[in-house]
């Protein structure tokens, strides 16, 4: 971990606070999250405080604190997805995945997070799903979606 981090850190030479966003997004891209630790170190790195760095991370809806599971689902709930029926494919979700907004199932396969807009309002209501975008979405939609996820676990693990 530390040569990945470090190796991120010497792509910012210069150490400017502008550099917190991209060396953020850089660590989330190897590591799938930040920890506690790595927020320390981009903290010492930079030479801003924890509580600095938390305040950008948490104002921004990409940055994750802890391990997502291999299917990711962030559920738009803007308000184009609300009128379109967030909150009942949301209800569905919860009981499709077994979890809640913010957890990861047990086995480390799903996890979901409701995120704030997308921007894709047109398209509502939308879940992305490992940064693959499920556009229009229906409860059977929805339903065929996760169906599918778990068949293609189910196969590969097959093998």
């Known amino acids: 971990m530390e040569n990945e981090i470090d190796q991120i850190f010497n792509r910012f030479p ?6 917190l966003i991209p060396i953020m997004q850089a660590i989330q ?3 799938g999250y930040l920890s506690e630790e790595i927020i320390a170190r981009v903290g010492d790195y930079l030479e801003i405080s924890v509580n600095k760095i938390y305040g950008v991370a948490t104002f921004y809806d990409n940055f994750r604190f802890g391990p997502v599971g291999r299917y990711h689902f962030r559920l738009c709930h803007g308000t184009a997805c609300h ?12 009981k ?8 990861t199932d ?8 409701v995120v ?11 879940i992305e799903v490992n940064e693959h975008y499920h556009t ?6 929805l339903k065929e979606l996760v169906r599918t996820l778990r068949d293609k676990e189910n196969n590969t693990y097959e093998r």
């Open 29 to 31: 891209d190897v590591k």
């Open 136 to 141: 229009n979405i229906t409860m059977e939609s």
């Open 14 to 19: 210069n150490r400017q606070r502008e550099d």
């Open 96 to 103: 499709l995945l077994k979890i809640r907004d913010g957890e």
């Open 106 to 113: 047990k086995a480390g396969l799903f996890s979901l997070e």
């Open 83 to 94: 009128v379109a029926g967030a909150n009942t494919l949301l209800k569905e979700l919860e």
């Open 116 to 126: 704030s807009c997308v921007g894709a309002c047109g398209l509502a209501p939308l």
